[in-house]
């Protein structure tokens, strides 16, 4: 069973959470073709940035009082289908 605390605004810590871990992700991946050119280990690098970046999107998700809506929504799945779309060219 998970326990899935509330912020003070009433926002779900974990779908917060998984919601950031996703966008960093994509942007992480959108950037990789151009840092893999100049920066041998590229791969490691943006591994051991993902959690970190990911704690810090998260926190200023929370100060700023971010919600679920349509738009943060489309960014997510717009940041997706760029990855795709540069990673398959």
């Known amino acids: 069973m998970m326990i899935a605390t509330l912020s003070h605004r009433g926002i779900r810590l974990d779908k917060l959470m998984l919601f950031?871990?996703?966008l960093?992700?994509?942007?992480?991946?959108?950037?990789a073709p151009f840092i893999q050119s100049t920066i041998?280990?590229?791969p490691m690098l943006l591994a051991g940035v993902l959690v970190p970046l990911?704690?810090?999107s998260t926190l200023f998700?929370?100060?700023?009082?971010h919600d679920f809506n349509k738009?943060?929504?489309?960014?997510?799945f717009a940041s997706?289908?760029?990855v795709w779309f540069i990673h398959l060219l």
């Open 20 to 22: 950031h871990l996703l």
């Open 24 to 31: 960093i992700t994509s942007w992480l991946l959108i950037i």
């Open 40 to 42: 041998i280990n590229a």
């Open 54 to 56: 990911t704690c810090i």
């Open 61 to 65: 998700g929370l100060k700023l009082g």
């Open 71 to 76: 738009r943060s929504y489309s960014l997510l």
């Open 80 to 82: 997706w289908m760029l």
